[in-house]
């Protein structure tokens, strides 16, 4: 028995031992008695003597193997006598070491009967009417909240301290060096997939994939690095006759040897916007003036306008057709107010640059005609017929390989002064800018007299080259210099005519120059060529194109510089006319800036010919086109 | 806003109403308000016949309804609307087309005679009802422009000089410029004086208002590069002679002048090629200022009812100028409906706020200023280009052009509005 059941025993003990001797002494701790041979007095007044205790351990561990009921004897400190427990004693023992109630029949659960609740009841369990403490504000907890108070205001204790708003957690890898190894970690460089398998790989594969004899001799004559399998492909009854893969060990090395192995350096593309990459460009708005509507048309011929050309007044414009007539015009009105028959379809004509002298060159056949329209003021008129009629046979009569004659009767009413007979067809005229030079053009491949110049003051004809290279298209003077630009098929050459000697040649970069014109500084030439180009080209930049603009979708026919807007114009068999704004610097730094500005269409296609020549007017930003249609049309 | 309340006012007597403000429904139109106006007139007197009105809202014609005339001019729908009513311009009705032999290139017409200048080098003398009076045949080339300098009953009053006879001016293409006599009685022409000085084609001509001094222009300088074009001035005195030379010349345009007119007898008007339009004091020939466009004039006229200019250039407007203004960069107003350039521009001789306009899109507009946003009516005759547009102050509008035709349109001369 354990010391946590002693006051139990004493307990049990008084029970047990009713009968018996009872000990006097009270409740006493029992040590008190240890030295001496008594335990206690007896209701008498009588020593109570200790039983005689000389058993031991043998004794006790004998005692303890032969008596059963030796688990439930116990010793009674009072008396110091053995006892043996009951079962009803044993019983409650158990019952109390379980936490369980001493007595059997009481019940712990018995139901509650709440005396205070919040019912008023007939009869209250207590009547004591409420304290008047109950009712005044206690002066103690008046006193702590004052002190609460006063610490508040002097700012020792903070009544309330502001919620944190900043999350509590942080991005481990803000401050991450992407460069680092953890960084390099995100740039995964997938492997290479492998092939899938095919049909040769197959254990069983179809008739076709088995190599032939030959087949099978050249593949293992073949440098294995070469051989286009790796393997011979063969065929098994069934898949449990295939054999383990002889070479699998060989070849998983191989490609670990390949993720290995494998450049991990990433290339960077660099990302641009190829909208960043064009030049920024001025909007054509603010570009203005230049043409955008059609305002005339100058109807009356019944063929092809092949040539036009405006009088260096602006009034008046004249035009020359397949039709074998040149017609005048009056620009502001469109009125046609002189129709000139010449003798075949008319491939040029130039008016005179030189106001104070009043002539036409007309082209046709092999003939070039000097006409005076009568146009404008009547004193010019007759000074130029005098100019011409003044004119003197030299002593000695040159031999001229065109023949200068002076037009007689009908013609001479008509206004034709000189007749001009050439060897071959002349294709084009042009007018130096003094008006005295007149410059016209035989093309004939291969031939040495291509291009001659005439004087129209002494009647006289040269040939300024010798020998001429490839097929002559167009000619050209320079405005102010004394150079003389020949377009041939591919190239434009640009001589020297003082100096008698090539100054330049550019480089056209495309197949069939048709067209070229002259920028009025003398340093910009434009070419337009069959194939749907046109090249810019800066004299002091390089011999080739500076720009060359593709926006004509066929065959460009002619272009034209205005003499002092920042213009130019080309038309095209396509039937529309392209104005652009071609801007020169007089600065040498800064390029010329080209700006495409508007797309002019009026002219009716025929026979797959659009507009043949443009022009522009002297003074106005006015574009003159002809057409394939017969008309003359007016873009302001 | 569904109500305005608006007040009716005009200036014409004859159609007077009680001046009281109407609350008139917002949505209403020139129709719905002529109506309401009409109504209050039969109401007043019983003889009223209906008549079409038209409304000016603050000096702009009402066009759309008045709610959204009124949103569109910043006018507030609070107050009391002042309405003025005019008689509605009724449509100029077509009368005449008088054939030509060729493109016409300028007409002026007066009260009795329209003569015409055509491209077959004559000039030629209608009546009113279109019957050919006279041809007048002497230019060697086309007759680029024609003006009336005396009329005959002038010097049936005035001179003994020259009895019962017309004077007229022809300018052509041949650099002269023809003073002709003709006598209406007899219908006989004559050929007083050749006026001879331009280096050009001489394409307008213009005399002066006391009728004594003519002013003509060429088209082309002739002479050295960037020497300025030369407008040229001619008097015509009593002495006998052929042939005349200038009075004096006006120089300072650079290129071609297309139009010139007397602003009155001291002040000379040209537009030109070169984007200008100058002021040339008469008596002295100097240049007293300049107004300059963005494009080429094509013609101006001036009106001195409103005193305003109008100029026609080649970007399809036709422009309102105050020729008072130094320096000559203000517009007024533009009018904008044409499709082609405008070659011809001509105000009222009655009325100050309405002109006509003739384009190369083969229309003539007729204009009210006070409706800039779009021309009153369209005259639509012509199947080609036209190049010049007069008036006739007894109610005839002249248009010929390229195809030949001349046609004359009557308009009603409104009473109400005449020197309104």
């Not at chain 1, 409740?27 to 058993?55: A, Q, T």
């Not at chain 2, 139009?259 to 240049?287: F, K, N, P, Y």
Request: with cysteine; charged share 25%.
């Amino acid at each position: 028995v354990s010391d946590s059941n002693f006051s139990l025993l004493v307990f049990i003990t008084f029970s047990v031992r009713s009968q018996d001797i009872r000990n006097t002494v009270g409740n006493i701790p029992m040590e008190w008695y240890k030295d001496y041979p008594h335990i206690g007095y007896d209701l008498e007044g009588k020593k109570i003597f200790k039983p005689i205790r000389n058993k031991d351990e043998l004794d006790e561990f004998l005692d303890k193997m032969e008596n059963p009921d030796y688990w439930r004897t116990v010793q009674d400190k009072m008396t110091g006598a053995d006892i043996r427990l009951s079962d009803e004693q044993v019983d409650l023992v158990h019952r109390l070491q379980q936490g369980k109630f001493g007595d059997v029949n009481f019940n712990e659960y018995e139901p509650a009967i709440d005396f205070f609740s919040n019912e008023v009841m007939i009869h209250p369990v207590t009547n004591r009417p409420q304290d008047k403490r109950s009712f005044i504000p206690s002066l103690i907890e008046k006193e702590k909240v004052g002190k609460l108070v006063h610490a508040i205001k002097m700012g020792w204790i903070k009544p309330r301290r502001p919620k944190e708003t900043t999350p509590q957690y942080y991005d481990l890898w803000a401050k991450e060096d992407p460069n680092s190894i953890l960084g390099r970690h995100k740039m995964h460089v997938p492997a290479p997939k492998m092939k899938l398998p095919g049909h040769e790989e197959s254990y069983n594969p179809p008739p076709e994939y088995l190599l032939s004899e030959e087949e099978r001799l050249a593949w293992e004559q073949q440098d294995p690095e070469y051989r286009k399998l790796s393997f011979l492909p063969q065929k098994f009854a069934c898949l449990r006759a295939v054999p383990a893969y002889s070479r699998f060990i060989h070849e998983r090395f191989e490609r670990c040897l390949d993720l290995y192995l494998c450049p991990r350096q990433r290339k960077m593309r660099v990302n641009v916007n190829p909208e960043d990459l064009i030049p920024k460009l001025p909007k054509p708005k603010d570009l203005q003036p230049f043409p955008t509507t059609q305002s005339l048309v100058y109807r009356g011929h019944s063929s092809l306008v092949r040539s036009i050309s405006v009088s260096p007044s602006g009034q008046w414009l004249v035009s020359g057709s397949d039709d074998c007539t040149v017609r005048f015009w009056e620009v502001s009105t469109a009125r046609c107010l002189k129709t000139v028959e010449v003798g075949g379809a008319v491939k040029g004509v130039a008016w005179n640059p030189n106001p104070s002298i009043c002539l036409v060159a007309v082209s046709y056949d092999d003939t070039v005609v000097l006409l005076n329209p009568g146009l404008g003021d009547r004193l010019v008129c007759t000074a130029t017929d005098q100019l011409i009629s003044s004119y003197e046979e030299p002593e000695e009569v040159m031999d001229q390989s065109v023949q200068w004659a002076v037009a007689e009767g009908e013609g001479h009413e008509q206004g034709h002064r000189l007749i001009l007979k050439h060897p071959k067809t002349v294709r084009q005229v042009t007018w130096h800018g003094k008006g005295d030079y007149l410059a016209c053009v035989m093309p004939d491949n291969g031939s040495s007299l291509q291009v001659v110049i005439h004087q129209v003051s002494k009647r006289r004809t040269q040939n300024p080259f010798r020998k001429n290279k490839g097929l002559v298209q167009c000619v050209s003077f320079h405005p102010i210099r004394p150079y003389f630009f020949v377009a041939t098929q591919r190239y434009v050459r640009v001589y020297n005519l003082i100096k008698q000697e090539l100054t330049k040649k550019l480089m056209a970069n495309c197949k069939w120059i048709s067209s070229m014109a002259i920028h009025p500084g003398g340093d910009n030439v434009i070419c337009g060529s069959y194939d749907c180009r046109l090249a810019w080209f800066d004299l002091d930049l390089s011999t080739k194109p500076y720009k060359v603009l593709r926006h004509h979708k066929k065959a460009l026919r002619s272009v034209a510089y205005h003499r002092h807007y920042p213009l130019f114009a080309s038309g095209s068999d396509d039937g529309s006319v392209i104005v652009c704004h071609g801007m020169v610097y007089n600065d040498l730094l800064q390029n010329p800036l080209i700006v495409p500005v508007k797309v002019l269409k009026g002219h009716t296609i025929t026979h797959d010919l659009g507009v043949l020549d443009v022009t522009f007017h002297p003074t106005q930003p006015w574009v003159f086109s002809s057409g394939a249609d017969g008309t003359v049309r007016l873009f302001t | 806003m569904s109500q305005v309340q608006a007040r009716f006012f005009t200036e014409n007597k004859k159609y007077l109403i009680d001046d009281v403000p109407f609350s008139i429904p917002a949505a209403s139109e020139v129709a719905d308000l002529s109506g309401v106006i009409n109504k209050l007139l039969e109401a007043k007197n019983d003889g009223h016949k209906h008549v079409e009105f038209d409304f000016l809202v603050r000096g702009q014609f009402l066009r759309t309804s008045l709610a959204s005339h009124m949103e569109k001019e910043n006018i507030s729908t609070e107050e009391v609307v002042e309405i003025e009513y005019v008689e509605k311009f009724t449509a100029p009705q077509p009368e005449e087309c008088i054939m030509h032999d060729d493109w016409i290139s300028s007409v002026e017409a007066d009260s009795e005679w329209i003569l015409t200048g055509s491209y077959d080098k004559t000039a030629r003398i209608w009546s009113m009802e279109g019957k050919a009076v006279m041809t007048v045949a002497g230019h060697t080339d086309v007759v680029k422009d024609v003006a009336w300098v005396k009329r005959s009953e002038n010097l049936q009053t005035g001179s003994l000089v020259v009895n019962d006879a017309s004077l007229l001016l022809t300018a052509s293409l041949d650099q002269t410029i023809m003073l002709w006599e003709w006598n209406s009685e007899r219908n006989k022409v004559e050929a007083r004086h050749c006026c001879r000085g331009h280096a050009g084609s001489v394409d307008t001509v213009a005399v002066d208002p006391t009728r004594t001094k003519v002013c003509v222009l060429p088209t082309v300088e002739e002479d050295e590069i960037e020497e300025p074009n030369r407008p040229r001035k001619k008097q015509k005195t009593e002495q006998m002679g052929l042939t005349r030379t200038p009075l004096m010349t006006f120089s300072g345009h650079n290129e071609a002048v297309s139009s010139v007119l007397w602003m009155d007898a001291e002040e000379l008007c040209s537009a030109s090629w070169d984007h200008t339009i100058r002021l040339w004091d008469a008596e002295t020939g100097e240049q007293k200022s300049t107004l300059t466009g963005s494009k080429v004039f094509n013609s101006i006229s001036y009106s001195p009812l409103c005193r305003r200019l109008a100029s026609g250039s080649t970007d399809r407007h036709v422009r309102l100028w105050d020729p008072r203004s130094k320096d000559g960069s203000l517009v007024l107003l533009s009018l904008t409906s044409h499709n082609g350039w405008v070659t011809a521009v001509r105000w009222s001789p009655s009325h100050e706020h309405q002109l006509v306009s003739g384009s190369l899109d083969n229309v003539v507009k007729l204009w009210d200023t006070r409706s800039c946003k779009a021309p009153l009516y369209d005259l639509a005759a012509h199947e080609d280009k036209i190049l010049c547009v007069d008036w006739t102050e007894n109610g005839l509008i002249l248009s010929g052009g390229a195809d030949n035709k001349l046609y004359t349109y009557r308009y009603s001369t409104c009473v109400s509005d005449a020197g309104a």
